[in-house]
């Protein structure tokens, strides 16, 4: 909704030619946001485990190749 004035200074609203598709709409996102938020959190908490677990796993590799490095000589 936009609104304009007039050059008599009245204040004109304009509606848009769809309004019910656009409270439709409104309406829709209002009620999808929660779960997308908690999506994103979910989804943020994961990227945060697969990031410790391969870092981890890769101290874990290279600890193992220097120690069999160094007994591989003996």
């Known amino acids: ?3 304009l004035v007039s050059e008599a200074g009245e204040v004109l609203y304009v509606f848009p030619s769809d309004p019910r598709g ?5 309406s829709f996102m ?5 779960a997308l938020n ?3 959190e979910v ?6 485990v697969a990031f410790g677990t391969t870092l981890l796993v890769s101290i874990t ?3 193992l190749a220097i120690f069999a490095i ?3 000589k003996s």
């Open 1 to 3: 909704m936009s609104s």
């Open 61 to 63: 590799l290279v600890y």
């Open 70 to 72: 160094l007994n591989s």
């Open 30 to 34: 209002m009620r999808m946001e929660p």
């Open 22 to 26: 656009t409270l439709r709409a409104k």
């Open 43 to 48: 989804g943020e908490y994961l990227v945060r």
């Open 38 to 40: 908690k999506a994103q």
